[in-house]
């Protein structure tokens, strides 16, 4: 079984490698919601005038309206596209919408629809619905929320709610000529953030768009999504989304990284590193001096040992050998990297040791080891079942996907294998060891490398 998986495993992740790296710019159906009342088939003009307004949606026309000969052959139409994403997606997305709006069976003379993309959403309707928050029923919205709980949910939930309001306040009162969207950034602990978006179309008022996402938030949220690492409310007039990793496209991203020095004193790093640096003396402490009991495993970097920090945190320790074929400036680029990146999917930072001739990283202990264990070692006999198997490839592509398109650099880890794939104590996969890992610009699609490195 294992030799088997294993293939699938990789055949599968190559693929997605491929897939994902060269078709960046591919949009993300969600959900759709199409009425239960229906024009009929004969009704020629109705379906004519529904293909000109999808069309002109389309060609960039944010909404639109297609007088029909009667008052019932009249279609409006709408679209809002996400206020981080670059026009050449937007224009992608909003093409592929009214596309499958058109050739929709399910929505197949549907009086009125609503299509959401990760990038877009697009709508249309037999009555005008232009500068009205709809609600009723018949335009149910769309949730989605993670399937993990935060840890110490009542304090989350506080911030939670606190930060999209803050977030909601200030899509709502964008300037006018702008989009209502908004994202907000607050620090959940020193170790991980908490990321909010907030939008609405651009036909409503600020006092209209207040009130869609105040309904979102403080009635549909606590529902769904109180609690969770993650979560989605889509409206055909507003939409909320927050998650414990950043998902949407910032000016910072698009900029090179700063030089890393090791010092650690200088550029927009600093920041991001401030009171993650640890005393070498906590560090041996925590291993019991580097004892033999504590060491987890050992590779190319060095020795891992399992640590319990003076809060009661359990570390893996990743200390560097002298003999390490991975130097400084791998040392630097993991920290970099992983500093900058949060998702269910990625093992956490917690922090570094810096003297003298010491180099150590500080991550989340993951109680069932690396992925190898499972796959390889004769001496143990738990075989991985299929829930487990598709549990971990799932989340490995997740996890590559986040790297790849939604954080805040587009990293390519080179390094993909089982031994840098954790497991935590629900056999949820954890990616680890960016130490190979290379940052490229938010559009490239290739480049060039000095060495060859990578699995």
Known sequence: MASSFN??????????????????????????????????????NYQNDLTTLLSSLSSKATNNTVT????????????????????????????????????????????????????????????SFFSRVTVAPGYPGYVLASPTNMTDQQSFNRLLYQTLNQTADDAANAPIGEKKFATKEAAISIFQNLYCLAQCTPDLSPEDCRSCLDGLI??????????????????????????????????????????????FGVGR?????????????????????????NMIGKGGFGEVYKGILPDGRQAAIKKLSTSSIQGVAEFKN???????????????????????????????????????????????????????????????????????EYSRLKVIHRGLKPSNILLDENMNPKISDFGMARIVDIDQDRGQTNRIVGT
């Not at 997605?16 to 199409?34: E, P, R």
């Not at 949060?342 to 150590?360: A, P």
């Open 7 to 44: 293939q699938k495993f990789f055949l599968l992740v190559s693929i997605l490698n491929f897939s994902i790296t060269t078709k960046a710019q591919d949009t993300h159906f969600l959900y759709q919601v199409c009425s239960k009342y229906k024009f009929t088939a004969n009704n020629t």
């Open 68 to 127: 029909g000969k009667t008052p019932s052959d009249t279609v409006y139409g709408l679209y809002m596209c996400r206020g981080d994403m670059p026009s050449e997606l937007y224009s992608e997305c909003v093409g592929n919408a009214t596309q499958r709006l058109s050739n929709n069976t399910e929505c197949s003379h549907s009086v009125a629809a609503v299509m959401w993309y990760d990038e877009c959403m697009v709508r249309y309707s037999n009555t």
């Open 218 to 263: 403080n009635s549909d949220l606590p529902d769904c999504c109180a609690g969770k690492q993650g979560g989605r409310i889509l409206y055909p007039n507003c939409n909320i989304r927050f998650e414990i990793y950043p998902f949407y496209r910032t000016l910072e991203s698009a900029a090179p990284a700063p030089a890393l020095h090791s010092n």
């Open 269 to 293: 790093e600093s920041a991001t590193l401030e009171g993650l640096q640890f005393d070498f003396t906590i560090i041996e402490a925590a291993t019991n001096n580097f004892s033999h009991e």
């Open 334 to 404: 993991e920290i970099l990297l992983i500093a900058k990146l949060q998702h269910r999917n990625l093992v956490s930072f917690m922090g570094f040791c810096l003297e003298e001739e010491e180099k150590i990283l500080l991550y989340e202990y993951v109680p069932n080891g690396s992925l190898d264990y499972f796959l390889f070692d004769t001496h143990q006999h738990q075989k991985l079942s299929w829930d487990q198997c598709y549990r971990i490839i799932g989340g490995t592509a997740l996890g590559i996907l986040y790297l790849h």
